[in-house]
């Protein structure tokens, strides 16, 4: 998720989740019938595609009995249910058929219809099941938690790519940025924006505005700096700052931030809360102008 702000304020949030494409009329209990030929069929095309918009080739899927396993009908919530069998996925996209005879049969379905699924290299995992003529095919990419530095070396981090980022001329969404000078490091900017991820993770939300109304030019205020114009980028759920900052130039609002050359300094910081099994990161940037 992302969200940026600067005064006056723009908000521009995003959210992904877990995709299941096609429906089953009701759960499909896997069965071990031939269903691995499928599973083999979709790495070959997957190592040598055809008639898929020119996609590229993509490395094969390795074969994860959990996703054979997971029973997905109208409704299942698929990550939920990989999770309850062991298997922990930060993607993850069902496919069911109805009607093929064979895994010749279903490949030929899946490639006129779901080839661009089949070919996304950000899947590395598959696993499939049939009962009769019906066909479940499950996709999927591991959580991967990285260990992330403290908040202020990943904040430094961040300060690098934002200062790669306005080193170019840049266009967010529709509007057109030259190149601006880097901003520089402030430590009062690095503590409110700790503040308020501390206060994001710690209580699940995701705003810019804390629970008791405040924004970031209080938090700026809080913080000991006086300032001229004051503007803030969120994010959650990047895995490191370096996402945090590819996903922020993603975003129109969160870029023109980045690029505005009235901000001259800049603080970031991110927080965890401990009782989070996923270890959410919960990221805060904040770029101001002193008075």
């Not at 496919?95 to 005879?101: A, F, H």
């Not at 405040?214 to 004051?230: D, H, L, N, P």
């Not at 300094?265 to 927080?271: F, I, K, N, V």
Request: glycine content about 8%; proline content about 8%.
């Amino acid at each position: 998720m992302l969200c940026s702000i600067s005064l006056p304020a723009a908000l521009q949030p995003a959210a992904a989740g877990i995709v299941l494409l096609g429906a089953a009329a009701a759960l499909l209990a896997p069965t071990p019938a031939r269903a691995d030929e499928l599973a083999d069929l979709v790495n070959a095309y997957r190592t040598a595609p055809s008639d898929c918009g020119g996609r590229p080739a993509a490395p094969p899927l390795v074969a994860e009995a959990a996703l054979s396993q997971v029973q997905v009908g109208t409704g299942t919530f698929l990550e939920s249910a990989l999770k309850r069998l062991g298997y922990r996925a930060d993607r993850a996209e069902a496919i069911s058929l109805t009607g093929p005879q064979d895994a010749q049969a279903a490949m030929a379905v899946l490639r006129q219809k779901y080839c661009a699924r089949l070919l996304d290299p950000g899947l590395s995992a598959i696993g499939t099941a049939r009962r009769g003529d019906a066909w479940q095919v499950v996709l999927a990419h591991p959580l991967v938690i990285p260990e992330l530095p403290g908040w202020e070396a990943a904040g430094a981090q961040i300060l690098n790519g934002v200062n790669r980022a306005r080193a170019q001329p840049r266009s967010c969404g529709t509007q057109s940025f030259p190149a601006a000078p880097p901003v520089v490091w402030n430590g009062r900017l690095g503590l409110a924006a700790l503040a308020h991820s501390s206060n994001m993770a710690e209580g699940h939300y995701f705003s810019h505005k804390e629970k008791d109304g405040s924004g970031v030019a209080e938090r700026a205020t809080r913080a000991g700096y006086t300032w001229r114009a004051v503007g803030e980028n969120i994010a959650s759920g990047n895995r490191t700052p370096q996402e945090a900052v590819a996903a922020w130039l993603d975003s129109p609002g969160h870029c023109a931030n980045i690029m505005n050359p009235v901000f001259t300094e800049m603080g970031a910081a991110y927080a965890i809360n401990p009782d989070n099994e996923n270890r959410t990161p919960y990221w805060t940037q904040v770029f101001a102008k002193p008075r």
